[in-house]
């Protein structure tokens, strides 16, 4: 009965994901999840953009959910920063 509305919400938490490991604008973003129908219609932006601001929200939950072995969330998200800041300024004249 609720498989349209269940395969919508897959195809839009894979699309979140696939964003956050890319790093997806989010104009980029917002497009790819309005392609998304759940029993042939699209949801409004609104609804996209409540959705971005709820997984945007739930970064820490979803983080504790899958913990591996030796690793420290912090201290990664941190050098991530890091060399991001890094990668992003090279090309950059002070």
Known sequence: MMDGLRKATEEIRTILIEGERENMSFPSLLDKMQAVKAYGESFSTLMLMEIINEFIDDKEKRAS????AGYDGVEVQQKFDEMSDKWNSRNQTN
Do not use: G, M, N, V
């Open 65 to 68: 959910l899958t913990p591996e």
